[in-house]
T-cell receptor, first 110, second 114 residues
Framework: SQQGEEDPQALSIQEGENATMNCSYKTSINNLQWYRQNSGRGLVHLILIRSNEREKHSGRLRVTLDTSKKSSSLLITASRAADTASYFCALDTGRRALTFGSGTRLQVQP | KAGVTQTPRYLIKTRGQQVTLSCSPISGHRSVSWYQQTPGQGLQFLFEYFSETQRNKGNFPGRFSGRQFSNSRSEMNVSTLELGDSALYLC?????????????FGAGTRLSVL
């Protein structure tokens, strides 16, 4: 399957802690994106990393990409209760449709 | 700029009925995609429209169809509804020619089939 597989499926942490979620995939990609979804709402684009990049930062977000292992990780530093959401990786393989991972549900306890 | 607008937000239908969902993309965005999200299958791509033409299609039966109008607004239709069609239907738009396929999502239409 081209779809990304994410782990863990669910993650519960305390406010102030860091949250790490991982995405593994099986196909070649042009870029990999991360999206956030608050409960029952639409997805919001967070960050994009190109296939020739290894690491990217945006505010409290840090994304890494290892194309040899076909894996990516999203690190959220100093988590806040407002970060509670589901996080999805999305693969851009060059076809017009993104393929989304299974998602990680993050719960940040205040 | 206003975001992607989907109407209605919630819908309850019975098996066998048909339903039409509407999506207004961000102004200037000419591509509109539709996704189905369920707890079991996750986010699955339905189809993408650009310039009133279907450009890409996911693996869904012919009961699922869509169209796009000249102002880029899009509608999705599901005929002969089944219980398994209960899902959150998400519309996403993107500009063409920016180099990256970044999707801007609406809040979704929650469809319940009874």
């Amino acid at each position: 399957s081209q779809q990304g597989e994410e782990d863990p499926q669910a993650l519960s942490i305390q406010e102030g802690e860091n949250a790490t979620m991982n995405c593994s995939y099986k196909t070649s990609i042009n870029n990999l994106q991360w999206y956030r979804q608050n409960s029952g709402r639409g997805l919001v684009h967070l960050i994009l990393i190109r296939s020739n990049e290894r690491e990217k930062h945006s505010g409290r977000l840090r994304v890494t990409l290892d194309t040899s292992k076909k894996s990516s990780s999203l690190l959220i530093t100093a988590s806040r209760a407002a970060d509670t959401a589901s996080y999805f990786c999305a693969l851009d393989t060059g076809r017009r449709a993104l393929t989304f991972g299974s998602g990680t549900r993050l719960q940040v306890q205040p | 700029k206003a975001g992607v607008t989907q109407t209605p937000r919630y819908l309850i239908k019975t098996r066998g009925q048909q339903v039409t969902l509407s999506c207004s993309p961000i102004s200037g965005h000419r591509s509109v995609s539709w996704y189905q999200q369920t707890p079991g299958q996750g986010l699955q791509f339905l189809f993408e429209y650009f310039s009133e033409t279907q450009r890409n299609k996911g693996n869904f039966p012919g009961r699922f169809s869509g169209r796009q109008f000249s102002n880029s607004r899009s509608e999705m239709n599901v005929s002969t509804l089944e219980l398994g069609d209960s899902a959150l239907y998400l519309c996403a738009s993107r500009p063409i020619g920016t180099g990256f396929n970044i999707q801007y999502f609406g809040a979704g239409t929650r469809l319940s089939v009874l």
